[in-house]
């Protein structure tokens, strides 16, 4: 009688570990497995959005966004792209200079003249507007001779050496 | 009598009413907000850097500060004065869209042009705070 007890004791026991497993432990493992299979699809997921960005950030711009922070790799990337943006800059002024025309005769002469009229303007350490405005006037079909000129009159200006009586008085 | 009392009361609402109004029409700005100030930098050789907004060069207190942005049909600049000295460099082509962005920008956008020996502009850029505005 106490040895039936007993194995129905067990069999009780047996039957709640049984029944305990099935209730906990095996939905925990089956979420388990679907919580893998997400992070799975996540890091898939991941991969492609930086995949992704890095061909669409390219061509435009020295800065990737990526997920997963910035490393020593990332850096140096970077750093390739910004000196490449750099080098297509300058290229690109370079070739705007290029495409400039030769100057005519009668722009070099002109430029001649004006520049003249800039270093007595220079050694006057003043900037009048009717004189800027004559050499524009002089120079009006020399886009390129004006430029250059702009930036002859900022070197005298930037050095203290010329002072423009007011704003207009800069532009030629 | 009665009919001062009701011509009291009736100012004295009218009072609460205004009262009421102009509290109801007071704001109160949140976020941080700070005045720009102009600044320039000239080196020896006649490079150097200029920064701040078109409110804070006519904010300076060089009376005759200023600064600028100009275009033409032959080249773009940035311009401008400060404590007696004035600073002029010449946008190279690829800045030139820069220079027309500062040119139609509100006063409070923060501007910084960097100038090299030779009047050219180095570098230029723009920045937009809401600090500043």
């Given at each position: 009688m106490s040895a039936a007890r007993t194995s129905i004791a067990a069999l009780a026991a047996a039957a709640c570990v049984a029944l305990g497993f099935g209730l906990v432990v095996a939905p925990m493992r089956a979420q388990d497995a679907r919580i893998d299979a997400l992070l799975r699809e996540l890091s898939a997921s991941r991969a492609q959005q930086e995949r992704a960005t890095v061909d669409t950030e390219t061509s435009r711009s020295p800065v990737v966004v990526r997920s997963g922070g910035l490393d020593a790799r990332d850096l140096d990337a970077i750093a390739a792209r910004i000196v490449a943006l750099d080098h297509a800059e300058a290229k690109t002024d370079a070739l705007v200079a290029a495409e400039a025309k030769a100057p005519t005769p009668a722009q070099l002469a002109a430029r001649s003249d004006v520049q003249h009229q800039v270093d007595a303007m220079i050694a006057r350490g003043h900037a009048r507007r009717e004189d800027v405005h004559a050499i524009g006037s002089e120079m009006e079909s020399d886009p390129e001779g004006r430029t250059e000129l702009a930036r002859q009159l900022a070197v005298a200006i930037n050095t203290g050496k010329l002072v423009p009586d007011d704003p207009p008085a800069m532009h030629p | 009598m009665n009919q001062l009392r009701t011509t009291t009361t009736k100012t004295v609402l009218s009072l609460l009413t205004a009262l009421a109004a102009f509290a109801v029409a007071q704001t109160s700005d949140a976020g941080a907000s700070y005045p720009s100030s102009a600044y320039c930098n000239w080196n020896t050789d006649g490079s150097g850097a200029c920064s701040g907004t078109l409110a804070a060069f006519r904010a300076s207190?060089?009376?005759n500060a200023y600064a600028a942005f100009f275009s033409n049909s032959a080249y773009s600049s940035v311009e401008g004065q400060l404590n007696g000295r004035f600073f002029y460099c010449v946008a190279s082509p690829s800045q030139v869209p820069v220079v027309q962005t500062l040119a139609s920008a509100?006063?409070?956008a923060f501007f910084t042009v960097w100038f090299n020996t030779t009047g050219s502009c180095t570098n230029l850029q723009v920045y937009s705070l809401s600090q500043f505005l």
């Amino acid at each position: 009688m106490s040895a039936a007890r007993t194995s129905i004791a067990a069999l009780a026991a047996a039957a709640c570990v049984a029944l305990g497993f099935g209730l906990v432990v095996a939905p925990m493992r089956a979420q388990d497995a679907r919580i893998d299979a997400l992070l799975r699809e996540l890091s898939a997921s991941r991969a492609q959005q930086e995949r992704a960005t890095v061909d669409t950030e390219t061509s435009r711009s020295p800065v990737v966004v990526r997920s997963g922070g910035l490393d020593a790799r990332d850096l140096d990337a970077i750093a390739a792209r910004i000196v490449a943006l750099d080098h297509a800059e300058a290229k690109t002024d370079a070739l705007v200079a290029a495409e400039a025309k030769a100057p005519t005769p009668a722009q070099l002469a002109a430029r001649s003249d004006v520049q003249h009229q800039v270093d007595a303007m220079i050694a006057r350490g003043h900037a009048r507007r009717e004189d800027v405005h004559a050499i524009g006037s002089e120079m009006e079909s020399d886009p390129e001779g004006r430029t250059e000129l702009a930036r002859q009159l900022a070197v005298a200006i930037n050095t203290g050496k010329l002072v423009p009586d007011d704003p207009p008085a800069m532009h030629p | 009598m009665n009919q001062l009392r009701t011509t009291t009361t009736k100012t004295v609402l009218s009072l609460l009413t205004a009262l009421a109004a102009f509290a109801v029409a007071q704001t109160s700005d949140a976020g941080a907000s700070y005045p720009s100030s102009a600044y320039c930098n000239w080196n020896t050789d006649g490079s150097g850097a200029c920064s701040g907004t078109l409110a804070a060069f006519r904010a300076s207190s060089d009376p005759n500060a200023y600064a600028a942005f100009f275009s033409n049909s032959a080249y773009s600049s940035v311009e401008g004065q400060l404590n007696g000295r004035f600073f002029y460099c010449v946008a190279s082509p690829s800045q030139v869209p820069v220079v027309q962005t500062l040119a139609s920008a509100t006063p409070t956008a923060f501007f910084t042009v960097w100038f090299n020996t030779t009047g050219s502009c180095t570098n230029l850029q723009v920045y937009s705070l809401s600090q500043f505005l």
